[in-house]
């Protein structure tokens, strides 16, 4: 059973950094494309970042360019997303999530092209 389980979530102050994790079972996806997406109540579910296979390609919302930054470790089979200069608007519940029907370098922004999710974790920046 493929399991994703997000940790690293919490409360921090403007300005502040916040390292997520993601963490997935079941079977290893060092040749996929992984990717952050956050939500906040009553918005849609948007992308954050993506990262390929490699690790050689990575893509970033606007919003977050600059002060976000991911990564991966296959061994370990996890994805980082490492968030600085938080702002109040990053605040949101992030998910980690998984291309799992595909094997190239893509990195899409479109959540319908990824068909693994994480349960989500909650960071909460006040201002």
């Known amino acids: 059973q493929v399991q994703l389980v997000e940790s690293g979530g919490g409360l921090v102050q403007a300005g502040g950094s916040l390292r997520a994790s993601c963490a997935a079972s079941?079977?290893?996806?060092?040749?996929?494309?992984m990717g952050w997406f956050r939500q906040t109540p009553g918005k849609e579910r948007e992308f954050v970042a993506g990262?390929?296979?490699?690790?050689?390609?990575?893509y970033y919302a606007d919003s977050v360019k600059g002060r976000f930054a991911i990564s991966r470790d296959n061994v370990k089979n996890t994805v980082y997303l490492q968030m600085n200069s938080l702002k109040f608007e990053d605040t949101a519940v992030y998910y980690c999530?998984?291309?799992?029907?595909?094997?190239?370098?893509?990195?899409?922004?479109?959540?319908?092209?990824?068909?693994?999710w994480g349960q989500g974790t909650q960071v909460t920046v006040s201002s």
């Open positions: 999530a998984v291309d799992s029907r595909r094997y190239d370098s893509i990195v899409r922004t479109d959540q319908s092209a990824y068909d693994y």
């Open positions: 079941g079977r290893s996806f060092s040749r996929n494309t």
């Open positions: 990262i390929n296979w490699s690790g050689g390609s990575t």
